[in-house]
């Protein structure tokens, strides 16, 4: 028996075929909703190409759905609690009827649960996966970073997801037992609950972004029934400019270094006279915090006169935003003149020049940073630096040396000698509180110099092996060794540096991670070698340069690494310490995270340094990576210009996303700094571009016609 096959039979075969497949693929690709247009759930099931059936009630939605089919019932105000989004019983048991499939967001009433008129408003907690239904790629004890998160407090039981402060990188290193734990997801009634705005996830900067993907892509196939949802639409409101692999344009660097100067003022951050008193508000006087809201995109931009502020914190708000440190350091008006005249200079830009002389007539002259007994001949504080406006009878010597640095920088840059004096007096003040064998401690008090004199510390014996504290003003007194020979400079900063490299690496103080302190102590080194080119001198530098490559991953990222033993800041030993002091971004070695506040910002500044002075591959082909790296991590964003063109303090390169620990108190994973972290990244990124040094840069300054006669009278006895 012959069986015939028409092309009538086989055009209709297919034709089921096709309907059969449309229908089903409807079926999984078409849902009911509740909820703002604007919200990003709705957004992003819009670009994934569902069909959106939009009403006006969560019984409206519930009533028109077909059997079977999934409903979306979102916060249509959040943070605000929506009085419409109540789920009686008798809505519930029309669902239920209905077979339909339930995701309900920060309802204001649900069956069999307590819900408050109020939320809780959180901003150390994160979410804790605490069940296993996500994947292999979301564990038990993952963690999430909901910012701001405004969450209606409840008790359940078996919660998929909570909201808890916790000690962790990428996980809840101490389970939840200690811990208050808010139940951010479960299931009830048959229904899928959310008790904070969960779909705010595009706005509110949720991470990392394969974490929420992960999350979300379980919430539809739950929901919709679609177990192929792959979000290939997903949108970030602040990425990295590239990724990982992709080709960088010849023009890449050059474009990082645009964005990176234009950043200072897209921020803002420059003071106005026509907004002085809403900075003031802020600025850390009477030991007040120094944080508060953005500046707004409306107010003008400062020409530097008035100095810059510091930058961003890392509280993520609701709405994407982020609040501002608003205190007016020394250090960053030196670190963002060397930025803006080196800008300034590659990119004949008059403006970002004028910014630049204006900032460091701030920082020696118009301010209260050099003023009073700084500004004395006979005071034993004099030519110091303040820390900042808010609290400038206290120094550092660290932070005293990259405003001086700024300061030199910029001063090639503009060639001009107008602040040699205040320069050399600036170094000298804190080499003549300097002790015999090169330390200086962590910090030192007006008061306390005043009563005892410098030369109380000029003559004491101290060490204190922390690179981070110590080294760049070591770097300052090679510096100015090499333009006045004034001895001894260089003898306290060779002795200073022999005792440093030779405690290595087991008597060295680390504070938020080891990794800082090799990359502060590059530079000194790498000046050594300029000034005596000796065999001891090399292996130094090139010890350092080693252990700190050691931890350069292929993406240009030098991963972060903590000391042995207790560091400097309290350790995360309970759930409670999370947020408590400064610290590091990672809780375990071997964690991905690089530190553009500490580590990478200062390497890449000292690796080039060490590069140009010695000409060896292995240093330039790491600095060129690093570089890379840079350029490729820079944030990127359409929403918020006040970030677009930023670096941020952490980075996560296996992910590659803006993730870590957000213990940090103050300068946290998503915080900014126009000093420390923007100021040196341009500026090293522009001596990249133009194969120079800081060395070179400033190797024709004339500033020993000032400091000669500076010695002869700071240091009479």
């Not at 292999?136 to 808890?164: D, F, G, R, T």
């Not at 907004?275 to 508060?292: A, E, F, Q």
């Not at 001009?416 to 205040?422: A, C, G, L, R």
């Not at 990794?515 to 502060?520: F, K, N, P």
Request: hydrophobic content about 40%; charged content about 20%; some cysteine.
């Amino acid at each position: 028996m012959k069986t015939t096959i028409t092309i009538k039979s086989v055009v209709w075969a297919c034709l089921l075929l096709t309907l059969t497949f449309t229908q089903s693929f409807a079926k999984g690709k078409q849902v009911y909703f509740y909820g703002s247009e604007k919200n990003d759930l709705y957004q992003l099931l819009k670009r994934e190409g569902f069909v959106i059936k939009k009403y006006s009630t969560p019984r409206a939605a519930i009533n028109a759905a077909a059997n079977g089919a999934g409903v979306f019932i979102i916060a249509d105000a959040y943070p605000k609690t929506d009085p419409v989004n109540q789920i009686t019983q008798a809505i519930l048991n029309q669902a239920n009827k209905k077979g339909l499939k339930l995701y309900v967001e920060y309802p204001s009433a649900f069956p069999g649960l307590n819900i408050p008129q109020k939320p809780v408003e959180t901003h150390l907690e994160r979410a804790v996966i605490t069940a296993d239904v996500f994947g292999n790629e979301l564990k038990p004890m993952a963690l999430l970073a909901i910012q701001n998160s405004y969450i209606l407090p409840v008790e359940v039981n078996n919660p998929l997801i909570v909201l808890a402060k916790v000690v962790g990188f990428d996980k809840a290193e101490y389970g939840l037992k200690d811990t208050k734990a808010y139940p951010l997801l479960f299931e009830r009634g048959g229904a899928l609950i959310s008790m904070t705005g969960l779909s705010n996830f595009e706005t509110g900067r949720y991470g990392p972004q394969q974490a929420i993907k992960a999350v979300w892509k379980y919430i539809l196939a739950r929901i919709t029934g679609n177990k192929t949802v792959n979000l290939d639409k997903w949108v970030e409101d602040v990425k990295p400019m590239f990724n990982r692999d992709e080709p960088l344009p010849a023009t890449a660097r050059l474009n990082s270094i645009k964005k990176g100067a234009q950043w200072f003022n897209n921020g803002r951050f420059f003071i106005d006279p026509s907004w002085k008193s809403d900075w003031l508000k802020y600025d850390g006087s009477n030991n007040s915090t120094p944080v508060g809201p953005p500046v707004s995109q409306s107010k003008p931009n400062g020409n530097g006169s008035e100095g810059i502020i510091e930058g961003h914190t890392s509280t993520i708000y609701y709405d994407g935003s982020q609040q501002y440190r608003y205190w007016m350091r020394a250090d960053v008006q030196g670190e963002v003149s060397m930025a803006m005249a080196a800008a300034g200079r590659l990119l004949n830009n008059k403006e970002y020049e004028a910014k630049s002389a204006n900032l460091i007539n701030y920082l020696f002259k118009t301010s209260n940073l050099r003023a009073g007994n700084k500004n004395d001949p006979k005071s034993a504080a004099y030519g110091l630096l303040g820390w900042s406006t808010s609290n400038s009878t206290t120094f550092y010597g660290d932070d005293n040396s990259r405003a001086i640095l700024g300061a030199i920088a910029a001063s090639s840059y503009l060639h001009t000698d107008k602040w040699d004096k205040e320069l050399a007096e600036a170094i000298l003040g804190n080499f003549r509180t300097t002790g015999k064998q090169g330390f200086r401690g962590e910090r030192l008090e007006e008061a306390d110099i005043i009563k005892n004199g410098w030369q109380h510390y000029y003559d004491q014996d101290r060490t204190h092996i922390s690179p981070h504290f110590e080294s760049w003003m070591w770097a300052c007194y090679l510096w100015l060794y090499s333009k006045t020979g004034y001895e001894p400079l260089l003898a306290r900063t060779k002795e200073a540096i022999k005792i440093t490299m030779d405690a290595y690496p087991e008597k060295w103080l680390w504070g938020s991670s080891m990794q800082t302190q090799r990359a502060r102590m590059i530079l000194p080194l790498a000046w050594l070698v300029r000034i005596e080119d000796t065999e001891e001198h090399r292996q130094w530098l090139d010890k350092m340069v080693n252990e700190i490559l050691k931890y350069q991953d292929a993406s240009g990222a030098i991963q972060e690494e903590l000391g042995k033993g207790k560091g400097m800041f309290k350790a995360l030993n309970t759930n409670a310490d999370y947020g408590s002091d400064e610290g590091s971004l990672i809780f375990r070695n071997g964690e991905k995270a690089a530190c553009m506040l500490y580590t990478c910002n200062f390497a890449l500044f000292s690796l080039n340094e060490a590069a140009q002075a010695t000409g060896n591959k292995k240093y330039k082909d790491a600095v060129d990576k690093l570089s890379d790296f840079m350029t490729r991590i820079q944030v990127q964003s359409t929403k918020h210009n006040d970030l677009d063109g930023a670096w941020m303090r952490a980075f996560d390169y296996g992910r590659w996303d803006y993730w870590a620990s957000n213990s940090d108190a103050g300068w946290g994973a998503w915080c900014t700094l126009t000093g420390w972290i923007q100021s040196w990244i341009v500026t090293s990124q522009i001596q990249i571009q133009q194969h120079e040094s800081f060395w070179e840069v400033t190797k024709n300054s004339a500033i020993k016609i000032k400091a000669k006669p500076a010695i002869d009278q700071m240091f009479k006895q």
